[in-house]
């Protein structure tokens, strides 16, 4: 079981970040008109994804100067929830960051990852709960539960979630849907963006996470084309995996690449974020990742835990568009 919810246990300078063709195969279907389909559906938004890295990789995003001073939020927190108890090291952004784990923990091994996904109106994980039980039947989808963590001592409710049952039993791969529990006197759930206020730093470049490429078995990789699906990501074959877009979220849309794993290459390769500003080229290792900074000044960064691949970065960043 690779979701945590209670109970259960080098890159290319793009000249051009708007407009880019990735191939046909990619975008032919990734449309504006494609994505009309969304409109009438609870919206799905991308909420953080986790990873486990290396000892070293960790460690570099707690002590990296320029990581921590000028890109991005870093914090190192541990969550006390009634289940369990986790240390995590967090990159924190406007709307949706990144959690880390060093190897070994939960007794992991590195390419294990998870994707949670999340909506923002009431009533919202219902829906998204009975899209799943279309796509897998009612049998395959866990019911909606609730999480709970201490806050100062406190237990208090956190979000409530989902999931397709396929990343239960998973042994690299979970995704699962999480609301957050609406402040005192709103029936509203909490949005991503009240959740992160406290710890998103407008002063520093990373926005939000833009697009994941992840390297997944053939199963979980099936499964998660279907599961975005089912909830109106828009989602095209390209090379053995997948590309799916989400509808208009916060002014863009978020891409997540699935490619066929292989050896060194499976879980999260690679993230992108959108900038908040223009800023200088730069390139930054970190640990055994490479943070890639405003190529070309292009308004973007990308960080791979693997060697890049260029055309890979030309289509999700296409995609995006």
């Known amino acids: 079981m690779k979701t945590l919810s209670l109970g259960l246990w080098a890159s290319l300078a793009l000249p051009c970040f708007t407009g880019c063709v990735a191939d046909e195969s990619t975008t032919a279907q990734v449309t504006e008109s494609s994505l009309t389909g969304t409109a009438q559906r609870v919206p799905v938004y991308f909420n953080h994804s986790y990873g486990i890295m290396s000892e070293a990789t960790v460690s570099a995003f707690q002590t990296n100067a320029y990581l921590n001073n000028q890109f991005i939020d870093v914090e190192t927190r541990t969550t006390v929830r009634p289940d369990l108890t986790y240390t995590g090291t967090y990159l924190n952004t406007r709307e949706t960051y990144l959690e880390f784990f060093p190897v070994g923990t939960f007794g992991w091994p590195v390419g294990v990852t998870g994707l949670a996904l999340g909506d923002e109106v009431e009533g919202g994980l219902e829906v998204v709960k009975d899209e799943w039980i279309g796509a897998f039947g009612a049998d395959q989808v866990d019911e909606i539960e ?26 690299f791969t979970g995704l699962w849907a999480m609301e957050y529990v609406p402040n005192p006197n709103s029936t509203a759930p909490r949005t991503r963006h009240e959740e992160r206020a406290s710890r998103y730093q407008p002063a520093k470049l990373a926005q939000n996470v833009q697009a994941m490429i992840y390297g997944l078995p053939d199963g979980d990789r099936q499964n998660m084309q279907k599961t975005l699906a089912a909830v ?48 200088q080229p730069h390139t930054e290792q970190i640990g055994d990742a490479v943070l890639t900074v405003a190529p070309a000044r292009a308004p973007y960064a990308s960080l791979w835990f693997v060697p890049a691949v260029p055309s890979d970065e030309v289509r999700v960043l296409a995609a995006a568009q």
């Open 232 to 279: 109106g990501w828009t989602v095209v074959p390209v090379n053995g995996g997948f590309v799916a877009v989400s509808g208009t979220d916060t002014g863009t849309r978020r891409v997540v690449y699935a490619q066929p794993a292989t050896e060194g290459r499976t879980g999260m390769l690679a993230v992108f974020w959108r900038l908040n500003r223009p800023a």
């Open 146 to 171: 609730l999480t709970s963590r201490e806050v100062n001592g406190v237990v208090v409710p956190w979000f409530n979630s989902t999931a397709p049952v396929w990343g239960d039993v998973s042994e």
